[in-house]
């Protein structure tokens, strides 16, 4: 039942079998409806969302009223807002399922209490990292050709299961730059 969330806890660090008992322990089922909103702004983030099926959104809303895509999430990515919840502070965006999502959450609270039992479950915070990590080089890239080909070699199936117009938010172009950058590619 738990086989995905261990793969991915184990690409983090090392967990032994017997010390990721607990872990699953507090792991709740938990299913959201396609535009149902995981986080919205103000709120504290104080979970950790596994995804099991289906995808999510994290997204600002600027003073225009334009949105901004701050990361796309699929399977077996672990969706948190990561300044909310390392700071407890009201998050600044939204966290939304695209689809029906379902999968697995835990809470700060119980993150603290596997903490205090056992050292080894302050790896869970390379999740933090990589998350914060990944979105920042596609970013960082300085053409949007770049960036584009940075994506498409980290995250190849983005272009089948999200809109072009969230991917060119997330790598800061417009959807008419990602489009003119898709054709080019494909020639």
């Known amino acids: 039942m738990h086989e995905r969330v261990m793969a991915s806890l184990r690409k983090t660090g090392r967990f032994p079998d017997d010390v990721l008992a607990p872990f699953f322990d507090i792991l709740k089922a938990k299913e959201y409806a396609k535009g149902e909103n995981l986080l919205v702004p103000g ?13 999510v959104r994290q997204f600002t809303e600027e003073e225009d009223g334009t949105e901004r895509t701050v990361h796309l999430f699929l399977e077996d990515d672990w969706v948190f807002d990561a300044q909310s919840f390392t700071a407890q502070k009201p998050a600044r965006g939204y966290l939304q399922a695209l689809e029906t999502t379902r ?10 209490d596997l903490i205090k039992t056992n050292p080894v479950f302050f790896q869970l915070g390379t999740l933090l990292e990589l998350g914060v990590k ?11 050709e770049a960036k584009y080909r940075a994506l498409m070699a980290e995250k190849p199936q983005w272009v089948h299961r999200f809109p072009l117009k969230y991917i060119a938010s997330y790598l800061g172009i417009t959807p008419e ?3 003119r950058v898709r054709r080019k590619l494909m020639d």
């Not at 709120?43 to 995808?55: A, H, L, R, T, V």
């Not at 999968?103 to 603290?112: A, K, L, P, T, V």
């Open 103 to 112: 999968g697995w959450q835990f809470s700060i609270h119980d993150i603290h």
């Open 177 to 179: 730059t990602l489009s």
């Open 43 to 55: 709120e504290k983030c104080q979970m950790w969302f596994f995804i099991d099926q289906g995808s």
């Open 134 to 144: 990944q979105a920042e080089y596609h970013r960082s890239q300085n053409t949007p």
